[in-house]
């Protein structure tokens, strides 16, 4: 892992210089070029075939670096399971925020002659809570 943080720092230190070398030559609009008088440490020509040089270097050791990189990512990650731990579920049924709150069903009084263990009377049960925020200011 440490030999992929090298590179990855590595591809910055290239990338940081490319830019450099590409802003530093004399572009056709004379934007951020330095200008090609003799009198400085190059003259122009020999200053525009060392900057071309430089640049397809670098491009041609970024991309380098980039397929790498990319392999590397590949094979470490390659051998690992999703994590479905985070997995959402979708509801059964979609749920109409706007529809009356139903209450749980009651069971029909069972007739005496049924059987003796039905008791003659249901248990009274309390209706179901709502989930819905807006169910209590629709009373109101």
Do not use: H, N, Y
Request: charged share 10%; no cysteine.
């Amino acid at each position: 892992m440490s030999f992929f943080i090298f590179l990855s720092v590595v591809q910055a230190l290239v990338a940081a210089l490319l830019v450099g070398v590409i802003l530093i030559q004399k572009s056709e609009g004379g934007g951020l070029g330095v200008g090609g008088s003799p009198s400085g440490f190059m003259s122009a020509r020999g200053a525009a075939d060392f900057l071309t040089r430089a640049t397809t270097v670098l491009a041609t050791l970024f991309v380098a670096l980039s397929i790498i990189l990319a392999a590397l990512a590949v094979r470490t990650t390659s051998g690992r399971e999703i994590d479905a731990s985070l997995a959402r579920t979708a509801p059964a049924a979609p749920v109409d925020p706007l529809a009356p709150v139903q209450s749980a069903p009651t069971a029909a009084p069972v007739p005496a002659a049924a059987g003796p263990s039905v008791p003659a009377t249901q248990p009274k049960t309390a209706p179901a809570k709502s989930t819905d925020p807006l169910a209590g200011a629709a009373k109101q």
